[in-house]
């Protein structure tokens, strides 16, 4: 985290990356109320931008799933381009582990079809697939070796290149000399490389990752993005499911996200945020800047630390000027809404709490 | 299939290679040496200070045949029959009896007990006798009792001891009393020998084989064994698959598991691991039995013929009790949830042993039929009937194959709906009625 308790390379300078300053041509539906109702999907933004690769590691067509009355996941379609980082976001209890696990065959759809890898409605893909559930965990009294090789074994891989495999991932992961300790010596970041090992040990060509870098410190959870951009550089195919939208933004080709069971968003972080419009600007200036929530249009106000996050349905100029009525302007800048806040705008306030971004 | 094997495979080097699989299979000859060793220790250890008593002999006639008695007694202590002689080392010793006369003088009754009693508490006498004066006398109404007195009434050897050497004493004297000839009446009196025999049969090629002498080890322990050690097997096997699945639930580790195996084959392969397992117990169990029996010269005991049924009825009990502990461990999140679920099963693998004893003595009996039959309870009652000389017809034996492999087919199928739904599911236990709606559901 920095200074600003925003997740490192999300505070002021990850923004000025992403950003274009004092960007002068307004869009044409500037002040034209951005902001559409709540959970309602903009018509521009259903597959905003289509896959470019006509190879899908995943496809959804109108699956449904139900647990007794409740609609977990309400006709989803969806397809996942391989050689992609799809970002699975949405608050919790959303859908987004059903959705995981239909795409593992662990639930049937109660209706639709599931495509991974080429397999329709079968498990005969899941060798294939390497997944690294939330909730995750190992066989304590085992060594490191015997539980990644039982893995490596559930996954139909010979012995001989399970070992290799193994061999070049400790080595990776610095743990080589831990290899034939019980993992409930190790700490609690080496069983989580550990963890992430056993999912992609049998050379998955799509991997599942449910919140790979939770409880993780900066150093380990730099070793496993790199590992996981290596793998997709191999051309592995990673589905990311994650609430933290700083590491959505940064590492995700492209970002579906799911409420209340519902496609809210689907398509590249370009396309999501352009259609989403440029009504949020970045303000500081001397003086107080507490009338910023009563001025007329300003629909909400979030301090970043250096600046204020303003989101303002109007022309900018009209803003521009109301402010440099009252303070002196230190900085005016149109700038893209971040996931989160397009999260938080889809989802609502309440899921601001359980989102890092 | 391939990942059922592997599961196994899995399954049975994990347990294997655990202290508690390593426990199991020292467990039974561990606590097998510890009861017949300390037994031994315990026979050996006894109190060997001689057993002093008094004697009150208002007969006058008896304290010098118990005084004879008690010296003959001393002097053949430590003799042993010759049928025995294999066993003299592990034979209990027994203490010295020694018997001193009292003279009451004039106490009263009241006051010789007091006094008598006083000593016994002292520890100068172990216990005293008081005879009746008229115990020779058949016709006496009173007087005619022999008191025993003692602060230690759990020690029997000495009583039976004392009551047999005067009964012995007085039925000699009264017969000589009536004029008859002692030595003449024991031999009228003497009883017949009575031979306790199975039953003669034709063998195959038309010979009568003629029955065989009643053997107690083979009518009895044999069946007995056979039964315990299944129990015992089924006992140390099915409960660590509930364990196991628990295991996973709680370390979090079965959803990654249900991503790469279904969660049927995780089942099968995880019943398979604990055949395996239980198979390996069993023929560490059985090898030690046998190599004990052989090296005493008693490997004629073993009933050869029931080893193969006895890995048939194993691998039953465990497709039955293992697939129940597994639906159990996996519609749970914690120990204490699936120990209170446990408990109806555990009743169905204790019934049997609650019911042995008299389906061992009438092994054809409605009630023994009946119970041998009744699915969860034959692998045991039945493999306990076949080990009986009486043995079970074939179509018993074929009714309870069917029944059981029935029975055992529905087991796995009704736990592997269970499993579906349980090894995800996290929180409160489900109640009975919620595991029979997900066995009933698509």
């Keep these: 985290m920095n200074e600003a308790g925003l997740p490192r390379g999300f505070g002021w300078k990850g923004f000025a990356k992403q950003v274009e300053y004092f960007r002068i041509a307004i869009p044409s539906h500037a002040g034209k109320g951005l902001v559409r109702p709540m959970n309602v999907l903009p018509p521009s933004l259903e597959n905003v931008t289509r896959p470019v690769s006509t190879a899908l590691a995943v496809r959804l067509s109108g699956v449904t799933k139900t647990f007794g009355k409740q609609v977990a996941v309400d006709d989803l379609s969806l397809e996942v381009p391989e050689g992609s980082i799809y970002g699975f976001i949405g608050p919790n209890g959303s859908g987004k582990t059903t959705t995981i696990r ?3 065959h662990i639930f049937h759809p109660d209706s639709g079809a599931v495509e991974v890898l080429g397999e329709r409605s079968t498990r005969s893909a899941n060798d294939r697939i390497g997944y690294l559930p939330e909730e995750r965990g190992l066989y304590k009294k085992q060594t490191v070796r015997r539980a990644l090789g039982y893995f490596a074994a559930l996954k139909g891989m010979g012995r001989a290149l399970a070992k290799s495999e193994m061999e070049r991932w400790l080595e990776r992961m610095e743990l080589t000399e831990h290899g034939d300790k019980k993992i409930e010596s190790l700490s609690k970041g080496m069983a989580q490389k550990i963890q992430f090992v056993s999912a992609v040990i049998a050379k998955p060509r799509l991997l599942i990752l449910d919140e790979p870098f939770s409880g993780l410190d900066p150093v380990n959870m730099e070793v496993i993005r790199e590992a996981i951009l290596d793998l997709r550089r191999q051309g592995t195919t990673v589905i990311f499911s994650t609430h933290d939208m700083g590491v959505a933004e940064k590492m995700c080709d492209r970002i579906f996200m799911i ?12 396309g999501i945020k352009a259609a989403y419009g440029t009504n949020v600007y970045h303000i500081s200036g001397d003086g107080d800047l507490g009338f910023l929530d009563s001025l007329a249009g300003v629909e909400h106000v979030r301090d970043l630390g250096q600046v204020r996050e303003v989101r303002y349905a109007g022309d900018s100029q009209v803003l521009l000027k109301e402010l440099t009525s009252r303070v002196r302007v230190r900085h005016f800048e149109i700038a893209s809404p971040s996931l989160h806040d397009i999260f938080v705008r889809i989802a609502g306030p309440q899921a601001a709490e359980v989102t890092h971004g | 299939m391939d990942k059922v094997r592997r599961v196994a495979i899995g399954e049975f080097l994990n347990a294997v290679r655990s202290k508690a699989f390593v426990m199991s299979l020292l467990a039974l000859p561990i606590m097998a040496g510890l009861a017949v060793g300390l037994q031994i220790y315990a026979g050996k250890k006894v109190d060997m200070t001689p057993r002093k008593f008094a004697v009150v002999d208002r007969t006058g006639k008896l304290f ?13 202590l430590g003799e042993v029959p010759a049928a025995l002689e294999g ?14 006369q009292f003279d009451p003088e004039d106490r009263d ?6 006094e008598l009693s006083q000593r016994v508490r002292k520890k100068e006498l172990f216990a005293f006798v008081i005879v009746g004066p008229e115990v020779f006398d058949p016709d006496a109404q009173t007087n005619q009792v022999v008191q025993y007195f003692t602060l230690t009434p759990t020690f029997n050897e000495l009583p039976s001891w004392i009551q047999r050497t005067i009964n012995d004493e007085l039925r000699r004297v009264r017969l000589e009393g009536a004029g008859l000839d002692g030595g003449l009446i024991r031999k009228l009196s003497r009883g017949v020998e009575f031979d306790r025999r199975g039953l003669a049969r034709k063998t195959s090629d038309g010979k009568v084989e003629k029955a065989k002498k009643e053997d107690k080890v083979k009518t009895i322990l044999v069946p007995m064994v056979s039964m315990l050690l299944l129990f015992m097997i089924v006992m140390t096997s099915a409960p660590m698959l509930m364990n196991s699945v628990l295991e996973e639930k709680m370390n979090k580790v079965a959803e990654v598991l249900v991503s790469a195996v279904s969660p049927f084959e995780l089942m099968m392969g995880k019943l398979i691991g604990c055949v395996m397992v239980s198979g390996t117990l069993s023929f560490f169990y059985l090898g030690s039995i046998f190599g004990f029996l052989a090296k005493s010269g008693l490997l004629s005991y073993v009933p050869w013929d029931l080893v193969g049924w006895f890995f048939v009825f194993q691998v039953m009990a465990l497709f039955i009790f293992g697939s129940i502990f597994l639906a159990i461990g996996s519609a749970c999140s914690e120990i204490r949830d699936a120990q209170s679920l446990m408990f109806p099963a555990m009743i169905l693998v204790i019934v049997p042993m609650l019911v042995w004893l008299p389906i061992v003595q009438s092994p054809h009996s409605p009630f023994a039929v009946v119970m041998s039959l009744i699915p969860p309870f034959t692998p045991t009652l039945m493999m306990l009937r076949l080990a009986t ?4 017809s074939w179509w018993e034996l074929s009714l309870a194959l069917v029944l059981t492999g029935g029975f055992m087919v529905f087991c796995v199928w009704a736990a592997s709906k269970i499993f579906r739904v349980g090894i995800l599911a996290q929180g409160q236990a489900p109640s009975l009625v919620r595991l029979l709606s997900w066995i009933a559901s698509k």
Aim: proline share 10%; no cysteine; aromatic share 4%.
């Design chain 2, 87 to 100: 066993l003299k080392s592990v034979l209990p010793p027994q203490p010295h009896f020694t018997p001193v």
């Design chain 2, 109 to 114: 009754a009241t006051a010789l007990e007091l």
């Design chain 2, 64 to 76: 010098e045949v118990i005084k004879t008695e008690a010296g003959e007694r001393n002097a053949r």
């Design chain 1, 102 to 104: 239909m795409i593992l």
């Design chain 1, 259 to 270: 409420f209340k069971g519902r496609k809210v968003l689907d398509g590249d972080l370009k």
């Design chain 2, 389 to 392: 000389p009486a043995g079970v």
